[in-house]
């Protein structure tokens, strides 16, 4: 079984950082693809950023491109989210996901694992 656990969420202000923290708990972590999903009210899950274990593939959404930085720590296994630079419309709450596959994909429904969520606020 594959648990994962989301951290770091909080309120920044505009053009502030944050850094959110997954913890991978289960066996086969580096069989998975992992990534981070956020979700605002009255919208859909939409893709973030994406990473395989080894750090050697990164993946991110043209609206986070320059800003967000993603990367894993195997000895932890730990995904981390750098947010820097944060916009006053990406509150929402950030889930991270695991696809069992080394390919990072951005659909939602392709994801085996989600994590409970963390959220994140940013004011104006």
């Known amino acids: 079984q594959v648990q994962l656990a989301e951290s770091g969420g909080g309120q920044v202000q505009a053009g502030g950082s944050l850094k959110l923290s997954c913890a991978f708990s289960g066996p086969s972590f580096i069989s998975y693809g992992m990534s981070w999903f956020r979700q605002s009210p009255g919208k859909e899950r939409e893709f973030v950023a994406g990473?395989?274990?080894?750090?050697?593939?990164?993946y991110y959404a043209d609206s986070v491109k320059g800003r967000f930085t993603i990367s894993t720590d195997t000895a932890t296994m730990t995904v981390t989210l750098q947010m820097d630079n944060l916009r006053p419309e990406e509150t929402a709450v950030y889930y991270c996901?695991?696809?069992?596959?080394?390919?990072?994909?951005?659909?939602?429904?392709?994801?085996?694992?989600w994590g409970q969520g963390t959220k994140v606020t940013v004011s104006t």
């Open positions: 990473i395989t274990w080894d750090g050697g593939r990164t």
């Open positions: 996901a695991a696809l069992y596959s080394k390919v990072v994909v951005n659909g939602v429904d392709e994801y085996d694992s």
